[in-house]
């Protein structure tokens, strides 16, 4: 398992980036549940569990709906990678599993900018989170190797209030290796 | 006359019909058998009576018995402006082939090789064909005939243009018929596979060495070894220094204990050395100013890595400078980069041969040689993003990372790293005038990897003796060390290299097993 950020610390994150400060619909508190789910205790409705379920309701409570998809179409896609998120990488033990995954990104962002196209959404919020602890971990060789999933991550964390508190990774902006095969 | 009886009649006749056809077919096939049997028989007479039996066979155990005057002319010389002359050569049969009435043999000279031809003809016997042809790989043949210019240019041989002809054959040495591996296999690059075609693992190679020496990959690689040896005496000797030749067996460990091999001599143990290096600063302060040696080195570390062998050969530099160790720095660099040039204008064949099997890019280098400071190599490191102290040694990675980082900057292969921190070096390490901290010490690499490790040394005895000790080094048993320095000793710099290391990073290939002939690991002791 990937030593990733407890939940309840992203999460907490998550409310930063989207501007959710102290105010803006009071304080929210997360405990472990089963299985180490994250559970949302609120006020005056009941909880809600899950890291993906309750990062979805904040980007609610936040007013800011368009990071979840403007079209039907898109809003699949990001309910897709939020799913990705949580069942894949949140998932991936071994250096195998990591490596599967940075291929499929690579290959899936050859031509996109963001992981739904065009428009960044929760998804690119989510897979950063997810992913900063494999990407900080990679030879900057692997980082050439896997080109597409460098230059998104890269724009990612620069994207403003995303990175929060996590290290800024570096990424060389000239190829150091020869054409890698 | 009845339908029915005609239809008898014509039944009996179809049958005896069918009976006749029977019998013909019998009677010709007896017929056939007869011809063969006679053909056989013609063929057994002509075996006994074969008329090109003078010209194959086993050649008598080359025991000296005469000294013919025949010129035996060497592959590589096979070309077109030997068409049509009759030659003699001896060669390797790399691989046979036989056809029909013919018999194709690919004829190997170390790393050249040409198409030879056997067929049937005026003074070609279908025995001679056969005889070829069941020559085993690898036997060692003489061969003469006739140079003969192709058409169609022979791509799977060094010699392109022409084939030889061949009019006699004979087996000089034969080899067993099975080989522990097939040469073919040996040279096929490993990125390639998608054929699913063999290859032969590292240890297998080195199991078998002297076939897998043969190997025009193998051939390649040491004949430009060689080139360094020569370019580097060539180099050293033009700039007035002289080759000494130093003891390896000594009675005390020159750096440090751990990585020493001790032997047994007569009543005592004597150790295996590590480097020339007491030798080399001794010959300085006996007045011989510069001085090289080649020889072997030992290092009893117990690392199993693509870059380190238990012994190999170093060319061991020493030099008294008069005021600035970077006279010698810029002297060493230098040799360093007409050994470059030297391959690069000698040995192209040999190059290109090796990268067949093993791809890399052509090796770079700066004129004059590209010289950072540590300091300078740690904060292009810190920029990319690795943390490390001031003082602290690069390690294998960062090492590697930083010959990247290089290139990417400066497009060179071979750099300085000058003025390491102190406490990374030996005792003998002259420290630096302006910051204690670091020293008068440099390392240059290539490709990213260390290939020569070198300092001005500290020529005061006095400085000596406290450097040892502050390192917690017993005096005692440096004392004859020390004492050299005594009796007025010139200011000194120089530094060791790796020759096995030199071949294998210019050529990038990536086990230093592969540029050491007879290889020494903590694991192989033999061949």
């Known amino acids: 398992m990937v030593m990733a950020v407890p939940a309840g610390v992203e999460l907490s994150a998550l409310e930063e980036t989207l501007g959710l400060g102290l105010g803006g619909g009071g304080e929210r508190r997360y405990r472990q549940g089963d299985g180490g789910v994250p559970v949302l205790q609120t006020n005056n409705r009941p909880d809600l569990a899950g890291l993906t379920t309750i990062a979805s309701h904040l980007v609610k409570v936040a007013k800011k709906e368009e990071l979840l998809g403007t079209t039907p179409e898109k809003s699949a896609i990001v309910q897709q990678w939020l799913e990705y998120r949580v069942t894949h990488i949140d998932q991936c033990n071994t250096q195998d599993d990591k490596r599967t995954i940075l291929k499929d990104l690579n290959c899936y962002l050859k031509d996109k900018v963001y992981l739904a196209g065009n428009n960044f959404t929760l998804a690119d919020i989510m897979l950063y989170n997810g992913l900063h602890p494999i990407v900080a971990g990679l030879t900057h060789e692997d980082r050439e190797k896997h080109v597409n999933v460098s230059r998104w991550f890269n724009h990612i964390q620069h994207y403003p209030g995303v990175r929060q508190h996590s290290a800024a990774v570096i990424f060389m902006k000239n190829r150091l290796y020869p054409t890698v095969h | ?527």
């Open chain 2, 1 to 527: 006359m009845t339908k029915e009886q005609g239809a008898g009649i014509s039944e009996d006749q179809a049958q005896s019909k069918k009976a006749a056809k029977k019998l013909q077919k019998e009677a010709e096939k007896a017929a056939k058998k007869a011809e063969k049997q006679v053909k056989l028989a013609a063929e057994n007479q002509a075996d006994e009576q074969d008329f090109s039996k003078d010209r194959y066979g086993i050649l008598p155990m080359i025991q000296s018995q005469e000294k013919l005057d025949r010129v035996l002319v060497h592959v590589k010389n096979l070309s077109e402006d030997k068409a049509d002359q009759m030659v003699w050569l001896r060669s390797r049969v790399h691989t046979s082939r036989a056809k029909g009435k013919q018999c194709f043999l690919v004829l190997r000279q170390q790393q050249f090789n040409i198409q030879g031809l056997v067929a049937v003809g005026d003074h070609v016997s279908k025995q001679m064909v056969k005889f070829a042809a069941n020559i085993n790989k690898e036997s060692i043949v003489d061969v003469e005939g006739y140079v003969r210019k192709v058409n169609q240019k022979i791509e799977s041989c060094s010699q392109r243009d022409v084939e030889l002809h061949i009019e006699k054959i004979f087996v000089v040495s034969a080899a067993e018929p099975r080989l522990p591996l097939q040469l073919d296999d040996a040279v096929r690059p490993e990125t390639g596979d998608e054929e699913g075609r063999a290859t032969v693992n590292q240890d297998t190679r080195l199991d078998n060495r002297i076939i897998d020496l043969r190997t025009t990959t193998s051939q390649s690689i040491f004949r430009l070894q060689s080139g360094v040896c020569q370019l580097f005496r060539e180099t050293l000797i033009k700039k007035e220094f002289i080759e000494v030749q130093t003891p390896k067996i000594i009675s005390a460990a020159s750096e440090g204990g751990a990585n020493v091999f001790t032997m047994s001599y007569f009543k005592t143990s004597a150790y295996l050395a590590q480097s020339p290096q007491l030798y080399k600063q001794m010959c300085i302060c006996a007045d011989f100013d510069k001085v090289f040696c080649v020889g072997p080195v030992f290092r009893a570390e117990d690392s199993n890595t693509h870059r380190h062998l238990t012994e190999f050969v170093g060319l061991d530099i020493e030099m008294a400078f008069n005021y600035h160790y970077h006279e010698v720095v810029t002297e060493i660099a230098d040799t360093l980069v007409q050994i470059f040039k030297g391959l690069r204008d000698r040995n192209q064949i040999e190059i290109e041969t090796v990268c067949k099997q093993f791809p890399s890019e052509p090796f770079k280098f700066l004129e004059p040689t590209l010289r950072l400071e540590y300091l300078e190599g740690v904060s292009m490191l810190r920029e990319a993003g690795v943390e490390m102290g001031d003082e602290e040694d690069l390690s294998t990675p960062n090492e590697k990372l930083l010959g990247r980082l290089v290139k990417e900057k400066y497009d060179t292969d071979f750099y300085i790293l000058d003025k390491y921190p102190l406490a990374v070096r030996p005792f003998y390490t002259m420290p630096d005038p302006h910051d204690p901290k670091y020293s008068n010490s440099y390392d240059m690499f290539m490709r990213g990897e260390e290939i020569l490790s070198g300092a001005q040394r500290i020529h005061d005895p006095q400085v000596l003796t406290d450097r040892a000790l502050k390192l917690g080094i017993d005096v005692e048993k440096i004392k004859s060390y020390i004492d050299s320095f005594r009796f007025g000793a010139p200011p000194h710099a120089g530094g060791g290299i790796g020759l096995e290391r030199v071949t294998m990073l210019y050529l990038g290939l990536h086990n230093i097993r592969q540029t050491s002939m007879f290889p020494r690991d903590p694991k192989r002791l033999t061949p």
